[in-house]
């Protein structure tokens, strides 16, 4: 079964737009955390920024106490946040790039060119009984360098698809990249996540990239609740989810 893993970072981006600095306000992440939680999402996920944008310690440290799926703390390959991360134990981390000499060209993490540091964390992390994966674009180098770093999950930037999604030769090609790079990693004994740009239109089409284990989706779903709730939103999207057969 794919799970859906949802992303609450711009529940945070909401509150802080009026009460940053404060300690306190609405809308809650937590709260959102646990109403997708009840609504069948199979975990949650928040970005704690080196800049704290959006989600504040206290929400992971909320989070961590609270939810009672697997939190995936996303996060830069910083000492600052890597120490946070081995205090606050979430059940895996995704190294993302936040600068930009971190980012490749497609948007990803630099996994090939950042390598010796990439697995220096991995193992700090796995020592501590954390998960890790990479956030890479759907490239050959960058799988590869995953393998090596050690691991245990990628997850595929979706981003470049999703934004090519109306031009449909475009969007065949990035789907292509997306199918070949899942199949690489999946030979090298990675499993594969996926997310960015997600939503109810371009998902049904992603069922053809194979071996996907968690989608993670934020924006989206997040706009959506707008209009129908966070509950109904995460229930439309797993409802969309539901026939992936690998
Ligand atoms: N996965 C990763 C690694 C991300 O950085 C983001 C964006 O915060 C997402 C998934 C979710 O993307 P979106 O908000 O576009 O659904």
Redesign the pocket.
């Known amino acids: 079964m794919l799970k859906l893993g949802v992303?609450i970072?711009?529940v945070a981006t909401l509150r802080e737009a009026r009460y940053r600095g404060r300690g306190a306000g609405e809308p809650d992440p937590v709260a959102a955390a646990l109403q997708c939680e009840a609504a069948g999402a199979h975990g949650i996920t928040a970005?704690l920024r080196e800049d704290r944008r959006h989600i504040q310690d206290r929400d992971v440290w909320a989070l961590r106490e609270r939810i009672k799926t697997r939190l995936n703390l996303?996060m830069a390959n910083a000492p600052e946040i890597i120490a946070i991360a081995l205090k606050l134990k979430p059940d895996i981390v995704?190294l993302?790039p936040e600068r930009r000499l971190e980012v490749t060209t497609e948007g990803g993490l630099d996994a090939a060119a950042h390598e010796k540091a990439l697995t220096k964390t991995c193992k700090k992390m796995n020592d501590a009984g954390i998960e890790v994966s990479l956030?890479i674009a759907p490239d050959e180098r960058q799988v590869e360098a995953a393998a090596r770093i050690g691991s245990q999950f990628i997850?595929l930037h979706t981003g470049a698809y999703a934004e090519s999604f109306g031009r449909k030769r475009e969007r065949n090609a990035e789907l292509q990249r997306l199918v070949k790079a899942a199949k690489q990693a999946h030979s090298l004994g990675l499993r594969v996540n996926a997310?960015?740009?997600?939503n109810c239109q371009n998902l049904p089409v992603l069922h053809l990239v194979p071996h996907l284990v968690e989608l993670?989706?934020?924006?989206?779903l997040v706009s959506r609740a707008v209009s129908v709730g966070l509950a109904a939103a995460v229930k439309e999207m797993l409802a969309l989810m539901k026939d992936y057969r690998g």
Do not use: K, R, Y
């Not at 997310?195 to 997600?198: C, K, S, Y």
């Not at 993670?216 to 989206?220: E, K, M």
């Open positions: 992303n970072d711009h970005h996303e995704c993302v956030f997850e997310g960015h740009g997600l993670n989706i934020g924006h989206s």
